[in-house]
Structures are given as C-alpha cells and as structure tokens.
C-alpha cells in the first residue's frame, strides 16, 4: 500500500492524487491535523467526499495520534476525475471543519468483455480473381468416344473438348421379351446471349449450364492520335518523356524580388522567360485610423493623446520598453523589491513574481509593515498579520432582524441575533455554516434541503424542537449536518 501525508493546512492549496478508478486498498492519505488536536485533544474526526460525478457521501477515516488515517476503497475510486474532501473534528458540542481539499481520481482501463475475433484478408485476393475471369469467353467440341477430355486458354478464350459417352452396355433382358434401356451420350450446345455464351451439356442426369462472358476490348493504341482519351505506345511514351525538359531560367542576385514572365512567345507557346520588376503603384495618401496626415506631400503623424491616434513614445518607468534584442515591444515587469517595498511605481506583475505580490498585498492589507524589509522572506507573516489575514479571508456574514431567510451559499458562515423564525435553504453542494439565538420563546427553524436530497444529522439533532435561550450552531456539508448548542 502506497502512503501519502499531508498537513491539514496543505488541503487549501494542494491536489492529493488518490488512486486510479477500481483501485481498492491501494492508498493510504495520511493527515496530519496535530493543530485541531492541540486545543481539541479528545475531537474525533469524520470525513465527507464528492466524487467526480458530484455526490457527496461519508467516508470511513480513524485517528492514530496526530494523524488522521484514509484508506481509499473503491467506492471512493468509482469514477476519474476531480473531487472534493473535507475533515469535521468533533468534541461534545464543539464542531471544527477542515479545509476544502482538492482529490484527483487517475484514468484507468475497466472492462471484461470477450477479445474481437480476427479479420481475415480475404478481399483482395477474391478481388483477383474476379478481375482475373471477367471477360473470358469459350468454345467448346465433341471428341470420338474414348478419347481424352481437354480445357485450355489462350488470349481469353477458354476451349473445352469433351469426348462422346462409349456405347453402352446392352442392358439385360426384359421380362417377357423386353428390350433393354438405350446407353446416353452427352452432348454440349453453346448457345449466344447477350454480352456471352451460354454452355450447355446433356447427359443421363438431364442438362448442365454455364455463362461464359465475353471480354472488354482494350484500347487501341495510336501514336499519331491527338484525341484527349489517345494511348500511345510503350515507345512513343519514352520518347515524349525525354522531350519534356524543366523550366531552369538563369538567374542573378539582382532578380530577387523580382516576377518571372514570359519573354518569347510563338504558336501559343512560351519558349523563352525572363525576369522583370513588379508593376510600380504611386502612393497617393497616407492615413491614419481613416484619416489623411498628407499636407503638400509630406505625410506628418502626430502623437497620440487620450482623443487622437498617432505615434506612441514608449516610457520603461510605466511597464513598456524595446526589447534590447529583438527591437520589438515588451513589458518591464515590477522588480521583487518594487512588489516587497509596495512604492507607487507603474509596473505590471509578471508570473516570476505573481507568489511575492500576493502575499506582500496580503501583508501589507493587514498592516504588517515589516515586509519591506530586505531580510523578511516571503512566506512569513507576522503573528499580528496571520490573525487579520484570516480575518479578512473568514469575516462571517451578519443576518439582520428576527424572522430571516437565507439561501445559503457553500463556503460561507452567517451569523444571526435572537430570531423567532429561521428558515436555511441549503446549497445543492459545499458547506455552510449558520449561528444564531433562541429566546424566551424557541425559535422556529426550517431547513430547506435541495431538490430530492434530504438533510440528515450526524449528532441526533431534531431542527423542529429547540431549547429558548440557547444559542445554536449548525454545520451542514453536503446534506450531512452536525449541531451546537450552548446556554
């Protein structure tokens, strides 16, 4: 079994690669979630997934000191593709949810069905022998009694002689006189059809019949003709390919540029080429964006403002310059100590520094001004910086008033006050996450599931039948709740 261990925090920005489809047992993912169990030692944790084809469902995992152990069955591995995994740490009424992590599912081949049979080549040859009777035609003769059958072919015809029966034996005296049975000969008749001969041959079993047709005339060749369909000898055909002899003009280094055309022509034939300049076209405006900048002659473009077209002059300070090499336009990325310094210059990010501007513009969004330093690398923040980071990327949303509705979106904590009423329309996929306070009388809360799905709750939660003053948490990931409460 193959293992893989990951930091719970690694779920934000990694892709675990799970195994590929029908695998069982293959793989072991290894969480290390030490930071949950360092202020929730007892929490115990369970797992929901969303496979591929976007159903979500529980998945069994334990826990083995700070890890949380996976091994992936091939219910988890029915289809490729991408999925989703998140990990909810349980400790009496305190529920901590993990990271949305990424899982991918490798392409695999899955199949029993019996191997095709073996094509036989057999087209061609019977397209040779097909070829190879058509047009064939047949006489054929009778020989005296006694005599050798014979078949031969020559310039497709095919010549049968075929002897006359020997006279039979006198067949048996009859009851009462009676003669016996005459002996029969076999005869051969060719009769014409169209497009062939029909041969027919008579003997004691009655007749027996075959077509014989004729052969397609070939071409007749003509070395004289000058017909469009002429066939010419194998001769003549060698002689005209030796009179064909390729177009190779002489040429200088003066000609580049220029056009070939025809110098000599007699009979409607090109006999002699030559090399010419192209026909010249005088210039007679020049213009820019539609418009003429000629004046006595003199084309004179102006620069470019925020209302006119014209001659841009290129500035390195705002991102632009010329490349040194190429002499064409390039931009002039920010330097790393122009994103780390945050200093008002006019450069754009480019993907060499795209990790350092964003986590210097986190920094610097939380107030965290020692990231200018040359000696603070990036990648750590400030404790005082992580904290409002965190803040920043986790602020909940505020639910106003005592009779709220929320259509829930995944991913998003709402916080209400003291409600009468609460109705939750939960997303058709993700997790959310909705606080709020019952009071002197006990809230009235309705969960609206998605369409054909129902919410179940892991922790025996009942969401028709609340304690007053008490304030609830409610976690529901993929249709699969868990609840808090507390006086």
Known sequence: MRTVTYKLEDLKTKVIHIGKVAENDATRVQIDAGS????????VPTMSMINPDGTAFPVSVERSGNLVLWDVKDSALAAEGPGEIQFTFTEGNTVVKGPVGRVQICRSIVGDDEAPDPIQDWMTEADAALEEIEG?????ETLSAGSQATASYSDGVLSFGIPQGAQGE???????GADGQDGVSPTVAVTTITGGHTVTITDAQGDHAFNVMDGTAGAVIDDTSTASDKVWSASKTNELKRAITPLTPSASASDV?????AKTVADGKVSEYEFGSLPSVPVTDVQVNGSSILSQGVANIQEADSSNHGVVKVNSSYGIKIHTTSDSLSINPATDAQVKEGT???????PSNQDKAAFYGLAKAAGDTT?????????????????KIHDMLNAPVSVSGSTPSITAK????YVCGEVSTLTIVVPASGCIDVTFES?????????????????????????????ANTIYELNICDCLGVAGSWA
Do not use: C, M
Not at 36 to 43: N, Y
Not at 170 to 176: A, V
Not at 257 to 261: D, F, I, Q
Not at 371 to 387: F, I, K, L, P, R
């Open 36 to 43: 949950v169990f360092a202020e929730h030692p007892a929490a």
């Open 136 to 140: 064939i035609s047949a006489t054929a």
């Open 170 to 176: 006198p067949g048996q005296d009859g009851q009462d």
């Open 257 to 261: 540029g220029k056009v070939l055309k």
């Open 344 to 350: 008002s210059t006019v450069r754009p990010i480019s």
């Open 371 to 387: 990231q200018a330093s040359s000696s603070n690398a990036v990648g750590t923040y400030t404790e005082d910086a992580q904290s």
């Open 410 to 413: 995944a991913g998003v904590r």
């Open 439 to 467: 009071g002197s009388t006990a809230t009235v809360l309705t969960i609206t599931p998605p369409t054909g799905q129902t919410v179940k709750w892991a922790n025996g939660f009942d969401p028709t039948s609340l304690d």
